[in-house]
């Protein structure tokens, strides 16, 4: 038995964390990859980093920035964070600050996101609009309370459930189906992540990456097709697991 690492926490554990911080943990993972999307908005919207005339550069008075720095720092900051709660508590012996600093960035990215009125935005409506000639997606905001299970689009009034937005915000963030080359390919070019044959081939036999599904083609051989998404997260669990093994800081 040991203490767990997270600071002010002094139950014993054969962890890196004790149970109730890994489901403190695990709870505000759930969100990061929901955050990570979203961010985008408020990223987009410029903002004054230095009041005018205080120096230090910043421009004329009242220059604005092409874009929200912090919330930029803040997604990337989010990218950090483990996947997983447990396999945090179990790999990583500093794993409290881990805890310490999502304590932090997720609840600042949820007030970039949300609002302060605990609003969650879901992105757009994306429902096929009746009428024309080429065929329109409803472009009205989605939000809601974070209690509410469904939301309205203020245009066009289709109702959505939350948690059906929610899978395809995640489908969004897995990418295309695609065979394993075509990820490589697509990775190395869109995300600048180089993964060899052999690493792929070696996290599909260790069980750490699954397929979506056979590709029937006319040879009557089936294809195993991934979502980039998922190799990215099993290529940068990989890396973080490798850098803490060899003591370097991510």
């Known amino acids: 038995m040991t203490t767990c690492t997270t600071e002010d926490c002094f139950r014993e554990t054969t962890l890196y964390l004790c149970t109730e911080c890994i489901v403190e943990l695990d709870g505000l993972l759930q969100d990061v990859g929901t955050l990570v999307l979203l961010l985008d908005g408020p990223i987009a919207r410029t903002s004054v980093t230095k009041n005018p ?9 009242g220059s604005k920035p092409a874009i929200n720095l912090d919330a930029l720092l803040l997604k990337a900051w989010l990218r950090q964070l483990p996947a997983r709660a447990h396999a945090e508590a179990m790999d990583n012996p500093e794993a409290g600050r881990t ?28 429902e096929p609009i009746e009428g024309g000639d080429s065929p329109m997606l409803c472009d009205g905001r989605l939000t809601a309370r974070q209690e509410d299970d469904s939301v309205k689009c203020p245009d066009c009034g289709t109702v959505h459930y939350v948690q059906d937005l929610l899978a395809r915000l995640r489908d969004r963030a897995r990418g295309e189906p695609m065979t394993p080359r075509g990820v490589r390919e ?7 992540v180089f993964i060899l044959k052999k690493d792929f081939e070696n996290w599909v036999h260790r069980g750490k990456l699954g397929y979506v599904l056979d590709r029937v083609n ?12 998922d190799v990215l997260e099993v290529h940068e669990d990989t890396r973080d697991w490798g850098m803490r093994r060899h003591g370097l800081k991510l």
């Open 186 to 192: 697509y990775l190395q070019q869109k995300a600048r």
């Open 53 to 61: 005339g205080s120096g230090g550069g910043g421009g004329h008075a």
């Open 99 to 126: 805890l310490y600093m999502a304590r932090i960035w997720v609840p600042q990215a949820r007030d970039l996101v949300w609002g302060p009125e605990d609003k969650r935005v879901y992105g757009s409506c994306d």
């Open 218 to 229: 006319t040879t009557g051989n089936a294809q195993r097709i991934y979502y980039p998404g």
